[in-house]
């Protein structure tokens, strides 16, 4: 059983259009963390929400940790090819470990 | 280069062999983790290791799994008797100190495949 379950675990969408990706848990999260993903190699960190309620903007890239941080969001607007990966959501309960939803791997198509 | 590097990047062995697996974190960086991915699913916690303290291996799957780390740098990771679940990539991340929020810096992985 997953403690983050993170929908949809697979994205195919056109250039230009919008998307949304979820990271739902019945947990409380000191911490909320996106990474993204290229074959072969380790997740790189998008950015940390840590305040219920946070909304965090990067460029075209829009987070949100829901209030009573269980959950967080990933909305992408106007997707462009090289936006295509695999994005991971992690949260932090106690110190050290993350716990990491399954991944949604988006292809934007030209 | 300044990133955390693993060795080596692919591993492939015969079921009932022993393996080990090493990662160089970032210097200066105080805390390490190692993770699993398996093929299609998100990271799975597995140890870190914070300064001289007593490491937290709650995420150790069998103890046929171990992990060691020399001071504040090079860590390795050995796996026992070795069996065809085991295969997946192992991720090696480390981070300045060890804080919930803090940011981990991952290793490309090492792949390791058991026939």
């Known amino acids: 059983t997953q403690l983050l379950e993170q929908s949809p675990q697979f994205l195919s969408i056109q250039e230009g259009e919008n998307l949304t990706v979820y990271c739902n848990s019945s947990?409380?999260?000191?911490?909320l963390q996106w990474y993204r993903q290229e074959p072969g190699e380790g997740p790189v960190l998008l950015v940390t929400?840590?305040?219920?309620?946070e909304v965090k903007k990067l460029k075209r890239l829009t987070f949100q940790f829901g209030d009573a941080r269980k959950d967080s969001s990933l909305h992408i607007t106007a997707a462009q090819p090289g936006d295509t990966g695999l994005y991971l959501c992690a949260g932090a309960i106690t110190l050290g470990r993350l716990y990491f939803g399954r991944g949604t791997q988006l292809t934007v198509w030209p | 280069g300044a990133g955390v590097s693993q060795s080596p990047s692919n591993k492939v062995t015969e079921k009932g062999k022993d393996v080990e697996l090493r990662c160089d974190p970032i210097?200066?960086?105080?805390?390490l983790y190692w993770y699993r991915q398996r093929l299609g699913q998100g990271l799975e916690f597995l140890i870190y290791?914070?300064?001289?303290?007593?490491?937290?291996k709650s995420g150790l799957p069998s103890d046929r799994f171990s992990a060691e780390r020399t001071g504040e740098s090079v860590s390795t990771l050995t796996i026992q008797r070795t069996q065809q679940e085991d295969s997946a990539v192992y991720l090696c991340a480390s981070s300045a100190e060890l804080a919930s929020g803090d940011t981990q810096y991952f290793g490309p992985g090492t792949r390791l495949t058991v026939l």
């Open positions: 929400v840590v305040t219920g309620g």
């Open positions: 947990s409380v999260f000191s911490s």
């Open positions: 210097s200066g960086h105080t805390a």
């Open positions: 290791f914070q300064g001289n303290s007593a490491p937290d």
